[in-house]
C-alpha cells in the first residue's frame, strides 16, 4: 500500500554535499515514523536517522553530525542532506516508513550514492 521512491543520488566528489528525497505515496497520518539507512558493499544495512510523524528526529550513533534529517513541507517527502561527503559514505541509500496501520516496515528502491576521493 505504501510507496517510497528515493532520488537524488550520484557520483560526487570527497567534501560535496547531496540532498536525498524521498516521496512516500500515502499521508503522513498513516505513517509513525520515517528513516534512512543505508548499505555499502558487503555490508549490513545500517539506520542513519528517523523522523516521527510529529517532527522528532534521531540520528543513530556512528553518525558524526553530517547528516541531517527534515520534512519536505506539505507533501509527504522526507529529505537527507549530507554534507562533506567521504569515500566511506558510499553505499546504496534506503528510505523507509512504519506504517501504523499495518504495524509493517516500507522500503524504497535505493538510490547509489557514490564519493571519489
Known amino acids: 500500500q505504501v510507496s517510497l521512491v528515493e532520488s537524488g543520488g550520484g557520483l560526487v566528489q570527497a567534501g560535496g554535499s547531496l540532498r536525498l528525497s524521498c516521496a512516500a505515496s500515502v499521508s503522513m497520518f498513516s505513517i509513525s515514523t520515517m528513516g534512512w539507512y543505508r548499505q555499502a558493499p558487503g555490508k549490513q544495512r545500517e539506520l542513519i536517522a528517523t523522523i516521527t510523524r510529529g517532527g522528532s528526529t534521531n540520528y543513530a550513533a556512528p553518525v558524526d553530525g553530517r547528516f541531517t534529517i527534515s520534512r519536505g513541507g506539505a507533501k509527504n517527502t522526507v529529505y537527507l542532506q549530507i554534507n562533506s561527503l567521504k569515500p566511506e559514505d558510499t553505499a546504496v541509500y534506503y528510505c523507509?516508513?512504519?506504517?501504523?496501520?499495518?504495524?509493517?516496515?516500507?522500503w524504497g528502491q535505493g538510490t547509489q550514492v557514490t564519493v571519489s576521493s
Open positions: 523507509y516508513a512504519y506504517e501504523v496501520a499495518t504495524q509493517s516496515h516500507h
